[in-house]
């Protein structure tokens, strides 16, 4: 293993991705995948990669399944369908159970019976099991003089801006208000999701998107109507991580290199791009490791709970030992890497400090070798299920699909509209590829 010491020596110097002295990635690529230019390994990878299979699994995760919040039965379901697939295919499956907070979840719906999207923030309080139907008041943007007599007893309907959620809340309760919705003050596709601070509310709340705000003011408020408010909360909620583990025989090194993606979507997604994509492909790259000779071990995590903090990550990264921290060599992990947007031409590659290591080198070389179509991008991002593996000292990368220049996520981002109708086989096909075969390079014989 003296070819990751001196590589990781070498990133020490090295100020940027384009400051390194010429010709040393290609040393660390040869002494990492010895032979003369591994495009024949390569080939046992890619030529495997099958994008219907990853188009398929998309399908399932976001048509039959639907929307998979952390700690829902939807989620329960993706990870008993990770499960037994991995199982199928020979690995050593272990599930990792860990706690999440509370789940809360709600629902708005008029008279007429239209659902309004809606984001219930943690510290709301849960209504009744038939839900809050009341008036609304328009509240403005929820100062204490926005309020009257009238309030009382109503939903308040509050513009974002001026100050903070937990402020609004606090004053709408204070006028004897018996819900609050807040709506947002730019047009965004997804509800307004709004945090209150740690603090505990004892009414309602929900955020929704300033269209919704703005309709339920000139239809509904204006002529009296009511809404009907519906929030859950789960007490005791958990989430898991499907962890599929192949080791190499007697003789192998003692390296780990671990493959990750989230199963889990927002609310009222069917998250395909976020993240059944970067499932899809991971599943895809483990059938077509998983009889290859091997010299490391590589682990493929399946973690729920990303999109309420990185949880599943969190628990992972946490239950290593210091020892298994130590051997390993990197993480791979995908999100949202099959969006068919236009503009996401580039495939980024996020580091936390914006700072080349061996999986971004890795990929790089493979990116020539197999001539990746799509511009490879080395950023500095966090956000993703790569921030555990780095405050633990493990080399990690995000591979995501961006905008070059904006660095733009697709427009369908954590809304309703992230749907298999968005999904490209091609790219999908693309990110296994390039995926697959780097991590290839890192872990055979």
Sequence with gaps: MKWKTAFLSALLVTSSFYATPAGLFEQQAAQAAPGKSGAAFDQKVIARIDEERMYEDVYHLTETIGPRVAGTEAEKETADFLEQRLESYGYEVEVQEFSIPDLVIGHLHTESGDEVLINIPSGSAATAEEGLTAQLYDAGLGYPADYNAEAAGKIALIQRGGFTFAEKVQNAEAAGAAG???????????????????????IPVGGITKAS???????????????????????????????????????????????????????????????????A?????????????IDE??????????????????????????????????????????????????????TLDGQANIVTETAKATGERIGTPSELILYQRGSSDHVPFYEAGIPAVNFIRREPGTASLEPYYHTPLDT??????????????????????????
């Excluded at 709506?183 to 004892?202: F, K």
């Excluded at 703005?214 to 909360?233: P, S, W, Y």
């Design 180 to 202: 609050v919705l807040i709506y947002n003050n730019v047009d965004q596709a997804g509800p307004l999701n709004p945090s209150l601070g740690g603090n505990e509310m004892d």
């Design 213 to 279: 705000g703005e309709a339920l003011k000139a239809d509904v408020l204006a002529a009296n109507g009511t809404v009907t408010l519906t929030v859950q909360a789960f007490e005791g909620a958990t989430s898991e991580n499907i962890i599929a583990t192949r080791t190499p025989k007697k003789g192998g090194s003692d390296g780990i290199v671990h493959v990750s993606a989230h199963y889990d979507s927002v609310p009222f997604a069917a998250g395909a791009s976020d993240n059944a994509s970067g499932t």
């Design 281 to 293: 492909v991971a599943l895809e790259i483990a059938r077509v490791l998983k009889s290859y000779p």
């Design 297 to 350: 071990e590589v682990r493929f995590v399946f973690v729920g709970a990303e999109e309420i903090g990185l949880l599943g990550s969190r628990h992972y990264v946490s239950e290593l030992t210091e020892s298994e921290v130590a051997r390993s060599t990197g993480n791979f992990n995908m999100d949202m890497v099959g969006t068919s947007w236009d503009n996401a031409t580039a495939i980024y590659m996020n």
């Design 420 to 445: 298999i109708e968005f999904i490209s086989a091609e790219r999908l096909k693309e990110a296994g590829d390039l995926v697959g075969a780097s991590v290839y390079q890192l872990i055979r014989k």
